[in-house]
């Protein structure tokens, strides 16, 4: 059963010219879990609207959010190399100048985003995607009208990768992934983070793994690397015939294999399996078309079918216990009025008064443990809600531990983990507004690499923060 507020499910479209891959992924801390996937063909938008409610009918979850890639949206994408920069603002003003000059370079309205890529010490290089304005807007109305709000929406130039971030081969050092349909694109990765992207051109399978390995010699000379060093990942099938010059290592893209191991799913799903990594990890890249009222309003209908599903789970036992302090409540009545009756009619019976007296109080007792039973319940819910109500977007938490200190009061151990340093203070801060908050304190705080925080042999190079809150609460 998916624990409310804690697990976290994802719903991730990926959008082609004539079908519609999807998978349903759900996450706890370090650990991933399957719910559903499959595939609908579709012609146009007309057959993306009509898909749409068929795919919802197939989702497990009650309560998800949606990410999707389209590979329509997509008009141009360059990798550039920048200048070097020391501070952090000349670098942001670089990009914000390169994006106001592509997007003015396009007889059409584009939208351009960007993610800075840390090739080096001192080395970077800037990923531009420019998408057509008029294309996603047409496919955010379809969404929009069937109910679907994507808090992410990519072209799926770049996220096949991120579906073997819990590979070793993949994430030890570089690798690469060959994919696409409509236009087919290598991408190369360090660390399972994206370093580099080129467009393969070639019409054949045989003629885009020959310029695949041309793009990967030169690479790897630029790093000083052995030739054939770096292993290339195809939406291949096993047993695919590859050139007879091909000397590198090719295999199959296995979409979360270490983490779905009793369900693997074909290559052909490792887009939709990377975009709902990254919708997971959103600090992998910055790359999200999505406008920030559809992603405000598929995080609210999430949480609002959140907060539905918490009062049905909570109904039965309240109720039973409801109706247990009704029946509890009806027999004290009826025995205190006869102890009244004892005591006036039949003053000279005092033994008999006494053990009526005894009866009552224990039944009083009785009453108290189950009231305080209910108040626990309801507190320990009302916790959870204020907990997950204050974290901030980059932070998540990987254990909640309560412990009921006094009559009203808890005490909360929190550990977690933040993209940044500043989140977990604005965290605290956010948490001692609150008026039921009594004190926070910050226990631990460290830095951590992403194969740290991954887990199960992952070795990601983003460094985040590791924390451990102690938070008292009081009602």
Known sequence: MKLPFLEHTVVALDV?????????????????SYGNHGEVSIEGLDGLRKSLPEIKEQITAEAYQVCCSIEDILVELEVEEMPYFEQPEEVQEWVRGRTQEFASQYEQVVTVASHVIEAGEDHRRCLFQ?????????????????EVHPVLATTGATESGYAMIYQEEFVGGQAATLAGNKNARLCIYDGGLINNTFEVSQPDEAGKM???????????????????????????DAGTELPAR?????????????KLSSREL?????????????????????????????????????????????????????FVVLLLLFAIEGYLDVNLTESGQVLDQLSDKIELVNEKTEAVNAATASYRQVRQLVDKRRNAARVFELVSSEIPSSVWLKNLAIRHSSENSYSLTLSGVATQEPLVADFMGALEQRQEIAMVELQSSRKAQLGEVLGEGATGRQT????????????
């Open 266 to 318: 074909n290559p052909e799903y490792a887009l939709a399996c990377g975009v709902a990594i990254k919708a997971f990890f959103p600090t992998l890249d910055g790359i999200n078309f999505a406008p920030d009222t559809t992603r405000e309003k598929g995080k609210r209908w999430e949480q609002k079918k959140e907060t539905v599903r918490t009062g049905v789970l909570l109904f039965a036992p309240v």
């Open 210 to 236: 020959e310029e695949a390995d041309s793009y990967l010699r030169t690479e790897e000379v630029s790093l000083e690397l052995p030739q054939h060093s770096i292993p290339l990942f195809t939406e291949m």
């Open 16 to 32: 082609r010219e004539d079908c519609i891959r999807w998978v349903e992924l759900s996450r706890l801390g370090n650990r991933l």
């Open 246 to 258: 091909m000397e590198r290592p090719v295999e199959p893209i296995t979409s979360l294999k270490s």
């Open 130 to 146: 420019m998408i057509s304005q008029e294309r996603i807007e047409k496919y955010l109305m379809v969404f929009e009208e069937q």
């Open 464 to 475: 985040v923060n590791q924390f451990q809150l102690r938070v008292e609460v009081s009602y």
